[in-house]
């Protein structure tokens, strides 16, 4: 298959992600036309018991039981009820390994496809693509770049991101992967960084609004 759409959902025991990324791919494929595949990467702990859930979403699931290192965040389904649980998305960073496709577009669990927007990616000639801004569900833009403090390069929006397999691809991935702390920041600090150290291709950002 050349082009597909991968989602990444481990659950915690708090939160069913996997109910939330197969909501997330229904969307997808209501919405987008330009894919071959919508494939699930997860563990074996959240797929026990939703098997036939998935594949009803899901055209391919990839099982990655590789260790994810402690990211504790407060969950809070009211104001009245915080608790804290494990947040498991330290996985990403093996997409290039693991993505059996061409051309990959990588969306969190919980982002829902409602444009086909996202359609203009297939086939583009950038390695690696990324957004910037964003739009909220109020309609509202978000134009300035939000810094992790003052000294610190700028932060854009890993929920969504592009590649193509190639050695830019590959190259920064891996750096990602090497860390074995991924987190959101990271892995955009990492991005940035690569480019500007021109170690090996430019990277243009995508801009989806």
């Known amino acids: 298959m050349k082009r597909g759409i991968i989602i990444f959902a481990r ?7 996997i109910k939330i990324a197969c ?9 987008l036309n330009g894919f071959d595949e919508i494939c699930l990467v997860t563990d074996s702990e959240s797929v026990n018991g939703q ?11 990839i099982i ?6 402690e990211n504790t965040r407060l ?21 290039y390994e693991l993505s059996p496709y061409e051309e990959t577009l990588v969306i969190d669990c919980d982002y829902f496809i409602m444009s086909d927007t996202l359609d203009q990616v297939w086939g583009s000639e950038n390695d690696f693509m990324i957004n910037y801004q964003y739009r909220d569900i109020a309609g509202r833009h978000g134009g300035n770049i939000s810094y992790i403090d003052d000294f610190t390069i700028p932060m854009c929006w890993a929920m969504l991101f592009f590649l193509k397999k190639g050695n830019f691809a590959k190259t920064l991935l891996t750096l990602s ?5 991924i987190t959101n920041t990271i892995m955009l600090c990492i991005i940035v960084l690569v480019v500007y150290s021109e170690m090996i291709l430019h990277l243009q950002w995508l801009c989806i609004s």
């Open 51 to 61: 098997e036939d859930f998935i594949e009803k979403y899901f055209d391919r699931t």
């Open 23 to 31: 909501a997330s791919a229904g969307y997808a494929r209501k919405n």
């Open 64 to 69: 990655s039981d590789n260790f994810q290192p």
């Open 11 to 17: 659950n915690n025991g708090y939160v069913d992600y």
């Open 177 to 181: 992967h090497i860390s074995n702390s």
């Open 75 to 95: 969950f809070k389904d009211t104001a009245n009820s915080p608790e804290y649980a494990s947040f498991k998305n330290m996985g990403r960073s093996e997409v």
